[in-house]
């Protein structure tokens, strides 16, 4: 598809030039002042006329301030489109206002019928995926809000009752973390210094400020979202969902408790689960940059030690890349099988550091006998795969960490050490006692928190966990058996991997921010009792409640009640945002109206995270699947194919793609926010890469109609900004487009009450509407299938190619010298198209057509107040007709091929064209169009017709369009013969070529029989153009020969 995307423009940084230089160009200056003063007359002239140029150019580059007269929320004050601010597309006047007043008008709320139900046209919903509290939007929120909205707003002009329902996630991890680090850099304290609530205080106030920070971005996107139904995962009803499904989940079982090994994040303090641990692979040694660490930290190293067997002195060597856990190694590991360490089975080796002996175990599963010594140090408590050692020989479990990340009371004197400076102490101890071996590179995989990129540690917790198998085999049905659609299929694979996998889910956070667990210890007095085990917890919505359930369960005892301190992940209460946003648990007319939701639109990246939890829970708790379809769209990368990141200077805030913004002023916000000093140079630099010259103005139309452009169905969007500013040129494009069509059409223009043919239309007038009818047909078609690049190119297509190009420069002649008739049809055709392309692109840009839509006259009977409202086109029957489109492409393909002519040869006015029909009817098309013609090339002198058997004149270019039309251009007297002989041999040669191959497929063996027929038809009518153009070209080269006399 043609982006009409601006070309880049590469400018150099010029060197200052020396004073030698400068002399040296002083001196030449003066040996050239005798030609100057003769020219000076001339050049007086010439740069009069320049200035004046400039001038002008640069009175048209600063567009005066745009006042807006509406007064908010009301419908916009419409200015004159002839007044300085609004001479050419200027995209801040063009957006002003509309938004406020399609929202107080209500607009953007559901449609029902006259008695309340859905309306019969149909129902379509999106629950749109609640963007994080956690600052601003970026471009990847643009991409969700620009592929929802378009398709909300086409089924709400299909005339569907539709709800696109807006909300906002707390976002525990990242709202916690970015307050505290806020909290810390502006007063020094932590959230422990203000104690858990006036902590949650302070993030309910940052909660408010980025909330409507957010809002606003969401409504200058032009999201018609139903703000009246804006939801927040900590508000009361969606809570009440919270509480009420970990209580059910708990008394079925569902939710358990258990000391397990946990993703522990050292710098936030929590515990994650899985999906939030980003892993990365080194090859080899590797400083890494660790959050509390100033100097970086060394991974990708294996060291090897020796451990003393007890009472013989013999040394058993072990390798690791955590030399800090040997304080946690609680046994060596051998395989049974090998014969080096049979002697060993049941001894005991000695710890180093501490007053602690560890057996020697014999396990096939842990110990590979090639790798290695054949001896694996296990640590239970701080290993996944130690673990599962640990279980089956029944080993101690010693954690040696505290949740800061120092050395805990286990380890003795090392007490209190960091774990990575414990790293280096440890091998130097260990070389002081003659036990350390050697260290290598190691190719590893390192565990790195997705927030804080912290190096994650594997500790042992008590945490609260949901069974997945049962819940992940119900969501993998249903999107097997059809109930579910996943779109694009190519993700299919990977949700049915991840489902028939699935993990237990591990939901507790050691966070203030978020929903408290709804769950309490039940104390008694005088019971030895483990917070591990389930039995001496109950779940409730308050401590009144847990106390009735705790008396009911213990009976005759006292106790005191304890209410977890920890949060649940934020993804549970994300789980349930398709139906706690429509009133569940509740009972209320929006759950029975809306649920399930027609679609969930989400990035692919969350596909697990929470498309996959919102099935499973929908499932459990409501017996129907949240959502019919789900499709995932790309991920926003920038123009070099990098992952957008703040570190990176590569984040893009859709807000300055819409306004604009210049390279200082994101350089100077990078300064202004919550980065790490070391990270600022770097993003800094990202930047200069990434915006050399800022962000151009583009608007939020072209943003929209952009991001939807590129959205094909695959895994990335590598967003080139200048792509994007391409599109502003579209946007211009449309509204000088309907300037001139309100110019024509005047001020007193009445369009008929229906669109209806009367018979009086032109040929081009056919074409136009035919090409109308199939722009809308192929525009619905490809959103009915998700296809958004097919739809923007359909309506791109019509706009630029068909409607611009052809049929608006046809109609200048057609109403300013046609019959009044013709006149009539002509306007009454262009109102038409242009009423029909403004709603055909209404989806993607809002805020150009409504402007544009408000401009032109209304049909009679027809109270449509806004074009949001308005009917989406559609296909009509008696619109098409391809009898006119065959003949009107004959008519364009002698534009073309006229055009093309007098490009190549530079024949600026005065052409002669001549066009050679072989086909009768073709020659009275293109005779009776010849106004046509005229309209679309203008610099041309004659036209004349000849038929086949008659020869072109002397001189004359050819272009071959097909076998029996070819159009040809005067050339004696404009071109230079030779160069253009020269030209037409290498065509001819290449032609020949062309044919010979043809002519040899078509020989070959078995041809006739085994290819397909239609193939055979292609092929043949592939060979009779190029024999024409042979012809033609043969006898093109006669005619510059000609020229030569």
């Not at 960091?418 to 995989?445: C, Q, S």
């Amino acid at each position: 598809m043609a982006t009409n995307a601006a070309v880049p423009i590469v400018s150099e940084e010029l060197k200052p030039k020396t004073a030698k230089e400068l002399e040296k160009e002083r001196k030449k200056e003066e040996k050239m002042a005798k030609f100057l003063a003769k020219e000076k007359k001339k050049q007086a002239n010439k740069s009069s006329e320049k200035t004046k140029s400039t001038e002008k150019k640069s009175s048209k580059e600063e567009v005066p301030q745009y006042v807006e007269l509406t007064k908010l929320g009301e419908k916009k004050v419409l200015q004159d489109l002839n007044s300085p601010a609004l001479k050419s597309y200027n995209a801040q006047a063009v957006e002003s206002a509309w938004y406020e007043w399609w929202e107080k008008e209500g607009f953007f709320e559901p449609e029902f019928a006259a008695d309340g139900s859905i309306k019969s046209e149909g129902l379509f919903t999106i629950p749109a995926p609640p963007p994080n509290i956690t600052g601003a939007l970026h471009i990847g929120h643009a991409l969700t809000v620009s592929i929802q909205d378009a398709l909300i707003r086409w089924e709400r002009m299909r005339g569907k009752t539709v709800l696109y329902l807006p909300g906002f996630d707390h976002a525990g991890i990242s709202t916690q973390s970015v307050v505290e680090k806020m909290l810390w850099n502006r007063r020094r304290q932590t959230r422990h210094d203000l104690g858990r609530e006036k902590f949650v205080d302070l993030v309910w106030e940052w909660k408010e400020t980025y909330h409507s920070r957010i809002k606003n971005q969401s409504k200058r996107l032009g999201a018609s979202y139903d703000w009246s139904r804006e939801a927040f995962t900590l508000d009361e009803n969606l809570s009440r969902a919270v509480r009420k499904t970990f209580i059910d989940f708990f008394e079925e079982g569902i939710i358990y408790r258990d000391n397990r090994l946990v993703n522990w994040c050292v710098a936030l303090n929590t515990t994650l689960s899985n999906l939030e641990v980003e892993n990365k692979d080194i090859k080899g040694r590797t400083l890494l940059s660790v959050p509390g660490y100033d100097e970086p930290v060394e991974f990708g190293i294996i060291s090897s030690f020796a451990y003393v067997v007890e009472g013989t002195g013999e040394k058993l060597i072990v390798a690791t890349t955590r030399p800090e856990t040997i304080f946690g190694d609680t046994a060596v590991a051998v395989h049974p099988d090998d014969k080096r360490y049979t002697h060993l089975h049941g001894k005991f080796v000695e710890h180093p550091f501490l007053d602690r002996k560890l057996p020697i175990v014999t396990d096939a599963e842990a110990v590979d006998m090639e790798f290695g010594t054949g001896a694996v140090k296990i640590t239970p408590a701080h290993d996944m795969n130690d673990y599962a050692t640990g279980k089956r020989h029944n080993l101690e479990f010693i954690n040696i960490l505290n949740d800061d990340g120092t050395l805990n009371a286990n380890c003795g004197e090392w007490a209190g050490t960091k774990r990575f400076d414990a790293r280096k102490l440890v091998i130097e101890k260990l070389t002081e006692k003659g036990l350390f071996v050697d260290k290598k590179d190691n190719e590893m995989t390192i565990p790195r928190c997705a927030k804080s990129n912290d190096v994650i540690e594997p500790v042992m917790k008590p945490q609260w966990w949901v069974r997945q198998k049962e819940m992940g085999k119900a969501a993998l049905d249903a999107v097997k058996n059809g109930d579910m659609i996943l779109e694009p299929k190519i993700f299919e694979q990977d949700y049915y991997y991840w489902m028939e996998n699935i993990q237990d889910w591990c939901v507790s956070r050691q966070l203030w921010w978020g929903h408290r667990c709804p769950v309490y210890f039940v104390k008694i007095d005088g019971v030895d009792q483990d917070r591990v085990e389930d039995k001496w917890w109950v779940a409730a919505e308050n401590e009144e409640e847990a106390r009735v359930k705790a008396v009911a369960k213990f009976p005759d005892t006292k106790f005191t009640l304890e209410w977890d301190e920890d949060v649940l992940d934020t993804w549970f209460s994300s789980g349930l945002w398709p139906f706690s946003t429509l009133g569940w648990p509740k009972e209320t007319k929006d759950l029975k109206d809306f649920y399930p939701m027609s679609m969930l639109e989400t990035g692919w990246d969350i596909m697990f995270f929470w498309v996959a939890r919102m099935a499973m829970m929908g499932l459990k708790l409501t017996g129907q699947v949240p959502f019919r379809e789900i499709y995932l769209h790309s991920l926003v990368r920038d123009a070099q194919g990098r992952k957008m990141s703040k570190s990176l200077g590569n984040v893009i805030d859709p807000l300055d793609v819409t306004t604009g913004i210049p390279l200082d002023a994101l350089i100077a916000r990078l300064k202004e926010g919550n980065l790490d000093p070391r990270e600022v140079a770097k993003a800094e630099e990202g930047q200069r890469l990434s915006f050399p010259n800022g962000i151009p103005e583009c608007g939020t139309d072209a943003m929209r109609f952009a991001l939807c452009a590129y959205t094909t169905g695959g895994r990335d969007i590598n967003l080139d900004i200048l792509r994007v500013e391409g599109y502003r040129k579209f946007c211009n494009k449309i509204y000088q487009a309907t300037k001139f069509a309100l110019l024509r059409l005047g001020d007193d223009y009445v369009p008929p009450a229906e669109i209806k043919m009367t018979g009086q239309e032109s040929l081009v007038e056919k074409w136009i509407l035919h090409k109308f009818s199939e722009a809308a047909k192929l525009s619905s078609e490809a959103l009915e299938r998700r296809d958004f690049f097919g739809s923007t190119s359909a309506i791109y297509n019509f706009w630029i190619y068909e409607l611009c190009d052809v049929y608006i420069e046809n109609s200048k002649s057609l109403i300013l010298e046609g019959t009044v008739e013709e006149q009539k049809s002509a306007r009454d055709t262009l109102y038409t198209c242009l009423d029909g392309a403004l709603k055909l692109i209404h989806p993607f840009m809002p805020f150009i057509t409504e402007e544009l839509w408000q401009r032109i006259p209304r049909r009679t009977g027809d109270k449509t107040v806004t074009i949001v409202k308005a009917k989406y086109p559609t296909f009509r029957e008696d619109l098409d007709d391809s009898s006119a489109v065959a003949a009107y492409d004959l008519v364009f393909s002698v534009v073309k091929g006229a055009r093309s002519l007098l490009a190549q040869y530079n024949i600026l006015k005065g052409g002669k064209i001549y066009v050679q029909c072989a086909i009768e009817g073709d020659k009275e098309t293109v005779l009776a169009q010849t106004s046509s013609i005229r309209a679309l090339i203008k610099n041309y002198e004659s036209i004349d017709l000849m038929s086949a058997d008659e020869a072109m004149p002397e001189g004359v270019v050819q272009s071959v369009i097909s076998k029996d039309l070819t159009v040809g251009v005067l050339l004696k007297g404009e071109i230079d013969v030779d160069a253009e002989i020269k030209k037409t041999e290498t065509k001819l040669n290449r032609a020949i070529a062309g044919k010979a191959g043809i002519e040899k497929t078509m020989s070959s063996k078995d041809y006739s029989t085994k290819a397909k027929t239609e193939i055979q038809e292609m092929n043949k009518l592939k060979l009779e153009t190029y024999e024409s153009e042979i012809e033609s070209l043969k006898s093109m080269i006669q005619n510059f020969e000609n020229l030569r006399v």
